[in-house]
């Protein structure tokens, strides 16, 4: 039998209804993916398990789900619990003297090192907020309107104390560079909730002092089959590269295209069993959808003035505030993990005149994303993280006169909000000198299985067989904070 009989058998109906994803089911799409399909056919399970609808993982979710998505706002750099969420009279009172020896003797310092440790009090008020009183700087008035919506967590810790190495202890869980994301375990483990959008979507900004650079293996889906990553949009000028059709491409053209590649590499894959293979099959796909459904997510003219002004933008500028009801909007659409990135928190120095920059930048579209969903009854099946990678030191860093503080891994605080929370609460705490944490100190890996569990995931069985044993987001530690769940 000659290689093309070989290949003309393999394309059989069966084969052939098996094999092709959209370039045969675009028309019907929209009734193969609807919800009211309660016994789907197997070519339409198929069909929605290439899409990414459908978990990859069985029995799946393992819990009653309390929340659907994630919105993470990652406050990159490090910002300061002291100025943030972490008031410390004690440090009031000894600012400017030596540090205990006590305190710091053996501890992991990064650019203090063979420098007078001296206490840094903060430098700005904290105020209480709402019904519960909770504290809260000055510099972020409009958090404080939603006090008794959010959860302070003042007892987090890590375990590494630069930048690149503990964001990548946030985003997977370890520090070890290629595990795969946590916006990309959620996917693996539940699927997506559209097909129009993926179902990971990151969205940067900056403003503030020294801008760190983000690696885009961040968000990487390691290894994880490639369709699971997170995808980056641009808030300025296009989203996407390439997601307008060159002029003179209409998109009947560019869906016959799309068909053709499709089928090529359905002959490879037929031959290779490649899974990556469906991932490119997948992303073709998805691009073309996305041709469609992006520039509608990213117009909003929609958006009546009220809602434009509450988060303090006028739009396509960039800015957090931007991004924030960009996040909005596309959790309204389905996407299932939304992460966005603010640069500028690394204020080594000239602290006082950074923290107003990053605060004024963040503070009014944080409050306003919260509001927003709430109003919208999205809230309750919604989390929002707000946190950065790490904390800053209680001592001071001096350059040229500029006060700042230095990275530090020990203690930092974050907050949540949203489904399954319970709001109005400040959890955990430091000690007096908030070095440490010392009442119930909580690890990345907690949150991560926190995170999980109100998505309905039992964080120890999502796992993942590679290089001969089997791995998870929060490795082999993780506890879920039951006490800050409704």
């Known amino acids: 039998m000659s290689y093309l009989s070989q290949e003309h058998h393999q394309l059989l109906r069966r084969t052939f209804l098996k094999r092709s994803t959209l370039s045969v089911g675009t028309v019907a799409l929209s009734s193969l993916l609807s919800e009211s399909l309660l016994n789907p056919s197997p070519v339409q399970a198929e069909m929605k398990a290439r899409l990414g609808l459908e978990p990859a993982v069985p029995n799946m979710p393992h819990l009653p789900p309390q929340i659907k998505r994630v919105i993470f706002l990652s406050m990159s750099g490090g910002p300061s619990q002291f100025e943030t969420f972490d008031h410390k009279p004690k440090l009031d009172e000894m600012h400017g003297k030596p540090m205990p020896a006590s305190v710091t003797s053996g501890q992991p310092i990064a650019q203090l090192q063979g420098q007078d440790l001296l206490c840094q009090k903060s430098m700005f008020k904290f105020n209480r907020h709402g019904e519960s009183g909770q504290q809260i700087s000055e510099l972020f008035p409009h958090l404080g309107t939603v006090a008794d919506d959010i959860c302070i967590v003042r007892s987090m810790h890590t375990d590494q104390i630069n930048h690149d190495p503990a964001n990548t202890v946030m985003n997977t869980g370890t520090s070890i560079s290629g595990r795969p994301s946590m916006g990309s375990w959620l996917l693996y483990g539940l699927g997506a909730e559209t097909a129009d959008l993926p179902g990971f979507v990151v969205l940067t900004s900056k403003g503030g002092r020294n801008p760190q650079p983000i690696a885009t293996r961040q968000w990487h889906s390691g290894f994880l089959p490639g369709r699971y990553q997170g995808v980056e949009f641009y808030s300025q000028g296009d989203p996407v590269h390439f997601v307008r059709n060159p002029f ?220 001969g044993r089997q791995f998870r987001l929060t490795d082999v530690a993780g506890e879920v904070l039951h006490d800050i769940l409704v």
């Open 248 to 467: 003179g491409v209409d998109r009947d053209s560019q869906r016959r295209l799309v068909d053709t590649v499709g089928q090529l590499n359905r002959l490879q894959q037929q031959q290779r069993f490649d899974p990556e293979i469906e991932t490119r099959i997948n992303q073709y796909e998805m691009a073309f959808r996305m041709q469609a459904s992006v520039p509608e997510l990213m117009d909003i003219q929609d958006e009546p003035k009220h809602i434009l002004d509450m988060y303090g933008t006028e739009g396509a500028d960039g800015s957090y505030a931007y991004n924030c009801l960009l996040a909005r909007r596309l959790a309204e659409r389905g996407v299932r993990f939304i992460q966005l990135y603010h640069r500028g928190w690394d204020h080594h120095n000239d602290l006082n005149k950074y923290m107003k920059v990053c605060s004024n930048l963040t503070d009014q579209p944080t409050a306003a994303l919260i509001q927003d969903l709430k109003q919208r009854d999205m809230l309750k099946d919604t989390l929002i993280v707000w946190t950065g990678e790490f904390g800053r030191t209680p001592m001071a860093q001096s350059n040229k006169g500029d006060t700042g503080r230095d990275h530090h891994m020990r203690s930092f605080s974050l907050f949540m909000c949203g489904g399954g929370i319970r709001g109005g609460q400040t959890y955990g705490a430091t000690d007096e000198l908030g070095y440490h944490a010392t009442e119930n100190p909580v690890h990345v890996n907690d949150l991560h299985a926190t995170m999980l569990h109100l998505l309905g995931i039992e964080h120890k069985k999502l796992t993942y067989f590679y290089q």
